[in-house]
């Protein structure tokens, strides 16, 4: 009975177990986000982003130019070994019979510092992670894509003035591995005023379990 259960058995939200680095997050430390709909008057979206700190769109990019960038990736880790054999590099499914530890999130829990994660058994899927931030498809196609930036300039009221920060994380982790631990993005990326825009966009489908984002409710 759900009375009964003690708070390592009890479900954090909508029946799944969320996981932080420091443990197991209780019913009561998490909720959903506030989703928006793109299509929404600006001034109202302009108006949550402020009111919450963030605003949750979906369907704002094309789904299609999404999984294209999301196979290209795929595509450059796939020689490291991380994806099962006989999967296609757009589904991106993890080889379960690998071990996790030489498969290290860029960005995880696993990572020491700002050096290079892992062991040397890592070392081609850290080279194959890192490569990809400066490969066209991400750099130039993903992180420019002309609906973001025109979301943003409308949003901000910035228009013509709104510029892309040089400096990008293209985050992976795969199962097995910690999440990367609570942080704010101003000291990650280095570059850019405090009133800059950060925008996390999942390269693709996920669950609830699935890679997330867990937002600090009012953070900034």
Not at 180 to 204: C, K, N
Request: negative net charge.
């Amino acid at each position: 009975m759900p009375h009964a259960l003690s708070p390592e058995d009890e479900p954090s939200f909508e029946g799944e177990k969320l996981y932080v680095n420091d443990g197991l997050l209780r019913p009561g430390q998490v909720g959903q986000l506030r989703q928006s709909n793109p299509d929404l008057p600006i001034e109202e979206l302009y108006r949550r982003y402020n009111e919450d700190g963030y605003i949750f769109l979906k369907g704002l990019l094309p789904r299609s130019d999404v999984l294209a960038a999301r196979e290209e990736y795929f595509k450059m880790l796939a020689p490291s070994g991380v994806l099962k054999s006989g999967t296609r590099p757009i589904d991106g499914i993890f080889d379960g019979e690998k071990n996790a530890g030489d498969f290290p999130g860029i960005g995880s829990g696993a990572s020491p510092g700002n050096g290079k994660p892992g062991e040397a058994t890592a070392e081609k899927f850290v080279e194959l992670a890192l490569e990809a931030h400066y490969a066209d498809w991400y750099k130039e196609t993903f992180c420019k894509h002309p609906v973001l930036k025109d979301f943003i300039a409308r949003m901000t009221g910035w228009g013509d003035s709104t510029l892309g920060v040089r400096r990008s994380l293209l985050r992976n982790n795969t199962p097995g591995n910690k999440a990367i631990g609570v942080h704010y993005d101003q000291i990650f990326l280095r570059h850019g005023e405090p009133t800059s825009v950060t925008a996390w966009v999942p390269m693709g489908d996920i669950t609830l379990t699935g890679g997330g984002l867990i937002y600090l409710e009012n953070g900034e």
